[in-house]
């Protein structure tokens, strides 16, 4: 199957510095990708949707402020969690999409620790 | 809008034994319909999915999963689970393009006992 890859997959920032997650589809072109976070022991929440060269669709009550999206190219999309606090501590993940396999690919994850 | 309800937040089974995993969905359009299984520490891998012709798939490793569209059921089976199948399962919905979201359950907790 496709290959997403994320980056990292784990980091650790002091409170109040902006932290930034890389989604690359390896092998294809990602017409939509997602994001997610993930808290302990529960489900999957998204978070935005964003789509090459558009603004990103940002889900009810996540701040867009806060998590800056952004889809540069067919092959890679980025999250900015700036001016991290503690309770932005998190399992993130993102997944690319495209019509071609009509399936979404997810990237390995990254657990981010604000401290 | 679209749902997704795991009844199961966690199953317990023996090693060998059969384990069903039950997830219900709600949607008013035509949807596709994914299992993921995730283990710990890790992003989510497709088990199996649903698009559309025959309502039983099956996965590589002897899971399998059947649409019910009457029940608005995507139950997950397995007739023997191992030791290595212990992990996360997440039910998903998905719309019909690109632009359609994936929703997720909340989860099942597979855990197996030796």
């Known amino acids: 199957g496709a290959v997403v890859s994320q980056h990292p997959s784990r980091v650790i920032c002091k409170s109040g510095t902006s932290v930034k997650i890389e989604c690359r589809s390896l092998d294809f072109q990602a017409t939509t990708m997602f994001w997610y976070r993930q808290f302990p022991k529960q489900s999957l929440m998204l978070m935005a949707t964003s789509n090459e060269g558009s603004k990103a669709t940002y889900e009810q009550g996540v701040e867009k402020d806060k998590f800056l999206i952004n889809h540069a190219s067919l092959t890679l999309s980025t999250l900015t969690v700036t001016s991290a606090h503690p309770e932005d501590s998190s399992f993130y993940i993102c997944s690319a999409y495209t019509d071609m396999n009509t399936e979404a690919f997810f990237g390995q994850g990254t657990r981010l620790t604000v401290v | ?114």
Do not use: M
């Open chain 2, 1 to 114: 809008a679209q749902s997704v309800t795991q009844l199961d937040s966690q199953v317990p089974v023996f090693e060998e034994a059969p384990v069903e995993l039950r997830c219900n969905y709600s949607s008013s359009v035509s949807v596709y319909l994914f299992w993921y299984v995730q283990y710990p520490n890790q992003g989510l891998q497709l088990l199996l999915k649903y698009l559309s012709g025959s309502t039983l798939v099956k996965s590589i490793n002897g899971f399998e999963a059947e649409f019910n569209k009457s029940q608005t059921s995507f139950h997950l089976r397995k007739p023997s689970v191992h030791i290595s199948d212990t992990a996360e399962y997440f039910c998903a919905v998905g719309g019909y393009s690109s632009a359609s979201k994936i929703i997720f359950g909340s989860g099942t907790r597979l855990s197996i006992r030796p």
